[in-house]
């Protein structure tokens, strides 16, 4: 084995992270398989993505971690059952890690780079400068508050400001070169809710940056979102990670899967009888079109 690769491996950090929103479908199987291959020779974290606790129930916690052990990846850092944690860059539930988003907003706020915004999430679909793309679920926002003072009391948003034109190179892991233009691919994007939790883009580059990460892999469907995060990782002066993004698994009509396809979740086809091997091939083979899943037990 090159010295080389010996050396990059030692330092490689790569990273989990579930929303305990639902239970994990094969979508969440094929990224997460590829970044636990990716991570072989290096360290593996588990985070839990647990921002949004109207929607993360203890149970999909339990469920993550039972899954992901069934199918055979293993992580170094991250939760263990019986809610405890390993490693040195904890807690890893970001429901407990507010404090770090808090002083990463506070810089933003003071740099002048975010500002609040009052529109309703009607005001936003009605004056979106573009629809949701089909792999982005947010719409182009277009600036309508960059320049009003909200009323005193009433409650607000912060959204990054973004400068038009500005261009968002990376070369993807798995994807190759990517390019994204602010103000034609996204716009300003929320960086805390009007509730006073962090979005996702400011948590995910926040905790990337604090747990060392080196390399993010997830779904192609969260491009535009890396292209987001690039900009706040620039902002805050953080280090940038490499990122790889999988192919999605979609179901027979052509859509990528969502929690609610609950007959393609890890925790149905277990129960159905399927064996970790099985769901991993489901998992890894299937590409852009539909498919039957006992087509595919039948034929591996």
């Known amino acids: 084995m090159p010295f080389g690769f010996i050396v990059k491996a030692m330092f490689y950090r790569g990273r989990l992270a579930p929303s305990p929103s639902g239970y994990l479908h094969l979508g969440h199987a094929r990224t997460f398989l590829v970044a636990a291959e990716r991570a072989a020779y290096g360290t593996l ?17 339990s469920a993550m971690l039972e899954d992901l052990h069934w199918l055979g990846i ?18 890893y539930a970001q429901s407990l890690r507010g404090h770090l988003y808090r002083d990463a907003f506070e810089h933003l ?3 002048g780079a975010v500002y609040p915004c009052s529109c309703s999430r009607r005001d ?16 182009i926002y277009p600036g309508t508050c960059r320049s009003r003072s909200p009323r005193e009391g009433q409650p607000t948003a912060w959204r990054f400001r973004v400068r038009d034109g500005d261009i968002v190179h990376f070369t993807d892991g798995l994807l190759g070169p990517q390019e994204f233009v602010a103000g034609r691919d996204f716009g300003d994007f929320a960086v805390l809710r009007r509730d006073g939790v962090p979005s996702y ?10 747990m060392r990460i080196t390399e993010v892999v ?16 620039r902002a805050l002066g953080l280090p940038q990670p490499a990122y790889a993004h999988t192919d999605l698994v979609v179901n027979e ?45 039948s034929h591996p």
Not at 47 to 55: F, I, K, V
Not at 201 to 210: E, F, I, K, P, S
Not at 222 to 231: D, E, G, W
Request: glycine residues 8%; charged residues 30%; proline residues 5%.
């Open 74 to 91: 293993h992580w170094q850092e991250g939760p263990l059952s019986g809610g405890r944690d390993t490693g040195d860059f904890g807690p």
């Open 124 to 139: 936003l679909l009605a004056a979106s400068r573009a629809p949701h793309a089909a792999e982005d679920d947010e719409p």
């Open 253 to 297: 009509h052509g859509e990528r899967l969502a929690k609610r396809d609950d007959a393609r979740s890890i925790r149905a086809l277990r129960q159905a009888g399927y064996t970790p091997e099985e769901v991993r091939t489901m998992a890894m083979q299937q590409r852009s079109t539909g498919w039957d899943l006992e087509h595919l037990r």
């Open 218 to 233: 997830r779904g192609r469907d969260l491009l535009r979102s890396t292209a987001r995060q690039i900009l706040l990782i």
């Open 109 to 111: 706020r003071a740099a």
């Open 45 to 61: 974290v588990l985070r839990n993505d647990d921002l949004d606790t109207q929607r993360c129930q203890p149970h999909f916690v």
């Open 201 to 210: 883009q400011l948590a995910c580059v926040v905790d990337d940056a604090a």
